[in-house]
């Protein structure tokens, strides 16, 4: 029933997979990554990426529902056999219902992590009476960002970690050249990186702005102003928030992004 696929596949291009992409956008990356484990059923109904040693996604067509969704779970669970699943992601309903099967079977307990929000923003509003301009970061705003890093690292995943440790991941995503940073009067004062590209849409993550500079607008502006980039290129910017921060949902959805999709992230726990 289940066969695997690889990047390109023309699962990824069908109208159901289509219609649901926005919250899936990162299956296309991770498809593509090379290592992946990646999985679909013969009809294109059901798709499984998973990056080892990261949480696997699980994608099923808002056809199939009921008991005949049950049975796909159950034979994906089976399909798996002895890869490794440290989590998985998705659709709330569908990811708990595969996390109890999963569980069941390979005598292992789970609980739920962090519900995402996924948004997309096709007409992006720039706030007004923002001071400063959006820049591409360059070699000379090293610094800066790794400093940025440490701040998002605190506020995003509460780990307390260097300015050293954070140089090189700040030199590589310089050199990628999807970093931008918003400046006033010289000085970086937020940052918002454009974290991967697929055929229809471009996300944007590492979203920062230190405490010295909050309430001010500059994320805000940022933000819009890289939705703006990303639709010149003739993609449609996404990113995810966390569900439970309704300031960041708020700030979102005032510069332009509508909710499209909700992702529940499910850790399972091995003794």
């Known amino acids: 029933m289940y066969e695997t696929f690889g990047p390109g596949d023309e699962v990824l291009q069908s109208i159901a997979f289509i219609q649901d992409e926005v919250p899936y956008t990162l299956i ?3 498809v593509g ?16 990426a998973q990056t080892p040693g990261y949480r696997g996604w699980v994608w099923i067509s808002k056809h199939m529902q009921g008991m005949e969704r049950e049975e796909r779970l159950r034979t994906l669970c ?12 998705g659709d709330p309903d569908i990811v708990l219902a595969m996390a109890s099967l999963y569980a069941a079977a390979h005598g292992v307990a789970y609980h739920p992590r962090m519900e995402l929000q996924a948004y997309q923003c096709r007409v992006p509003k720039l706030p007004e009476g923002v001071m400063g301009v959006c820049q591409a970061a360059t070699a000379r705003d090293v610094l800066d960002v790794a400093r940025f890093l440490v701040e998002f690292t605190l506020d995003a995943y509460g780990n307390t970690v260097d300015l050293a440790s954070q140089m090189q991941d700040a030199d590589r995503l310089i050199r990628s050249g999807n970093l931008y940073l918003w400046k006033v009067n010289g000085e970086s004062v937020s940052m918002a990186n454009i974290a991967g590209r697929t055929p229809r849409h471009a996300r944007i993550n590492a979203v920062c702005t230190p405490r010295a500079y909050r309430k001010q607008g500059y994320a805000s502006a940022l933000v819009a102003e890289v939705c703006r980039i990303i639709l010149a290129e003739g993609l449609t910017p996404i990113l995810y928030a966390d569900g439970a921060n309704p300031n960041s949902n708020r700030v979102y959805q005032q510069i332009g992004f509508e909710a499209s999709g909700k992702i529940q992230e499910i850790d399972f726990i091995r003794e």
Not at 78 to 89: E, F, I, M, T, W
């Open 28 to 30: 296309h990356s991770i």
């Open 33 to 48: 990554g090379g290592d992946a484990v990646s999985y679909k059923s013969r009809d294109g109904q059901v798709v499984y």
């Open 78 to 89: 089976a399909a798996l056999g002895d890869v490794k699943v440290p989590g998985l992601a």
